[in-house]
């Protein structure tokens, strides 16, 4: 159970208390070191599927575990930026972000308990979405400058974009089963 790739993802979720714990200390450093974090806990997702897939080093475990670990990073980390920011156009895209993954999520688990979970295993889609959304937010937290903030927040309508586009191509693979009478 304790392979690389579960280590790595525990490692992400004790980052998430890390993570809120630097944000809201007081100086100008605390949002450059609040993104550092945050980047190295978005390399970790990288990083411990890269290894599970290159060394077949997959369990139960993890496949519990890393889902989760993702979305509350997400979660907690578009929670302070839509606080930080308190404006609707970054609102808006982190609500549809923290809600796709719910409904993803309900949906994923719903698909294993019928046996049609290879209908919506993570696409190259979702892949790209995340990239997008892990930069958006890095640069949100950070705000280094104008620029940084600027471009951030381009790349979280991106992700916004991405976000409900793979929303779509999910519940459009589910929809058979979904719209089936009992």
Same mark, same amino acid.
């Given at each position: 159970m304790w392979n690389i790739p579960n280590l790595l993802t525990s490692f992400r979720m004790l980052l998430i208390p890390v993570f809120l714990g630097i944000y809201y200390l007081p100086g100008s450093d605390a949002n450059f070191w609040a993104a550092f974090v945050f980047a190295l806990a978005a390399i970790t997702d990288a990083l411990d599927g890269y290894v599970a897939r290159k060394f077949n080093q997959f369990t139960k475990f993890g496949a519990f575990?890393?889902?989760?670990?993702?979305?509350?990073?997400?979660?907690?980390?578009?929670?302070?930026?839509v606080e930080t920011y308190a404006t609707w156009w970054i609102s808006i895209p982190a609500l549809a972000i923290i809600s796709r993954e719910?409904?993803?999520?309900?949906?994923? !688990?719903?698909?294993?308990?019928?046996?049609?979970? !290879?209908?919506?295993?993570?696409?190259?889609?979702?892949?790209?979405?995340?990239?997008?959304?892990?930069t958006a937010i890095g640069g949100l937290i950070w705000e280094a400058n104008t620029?940084?903030?600027?471009?951030?927040?381009?790349?979280?309508?991106?992700?916004?974009?991405?976000?409900?586009?793979?929303?779509w191509e999910y519940l459009r693979a589910a929809w058979s089963d979904l719209s089936q009478v009992d």
């Open positions: 575990l890393d889902p989760v670990a993702d979305k509350v990073m997400v979660a907690a980390s578009l929670v302070v930026v719910l409904v993803v999520s309900a949906l994923r !688990e719903w698909m294993a308990q019928i046996g049609r979970q !290879e209908h919506v295993k993570v696409s190259n889609l979702g892949k790209i979405k995340t990239i997008a959304q892990m620029f940084v903030v600027v471009t951030a927040t381009l790349l979280l309508y991106v992700a916004f974009v991405l976000t409900l586009w793979s929303m």
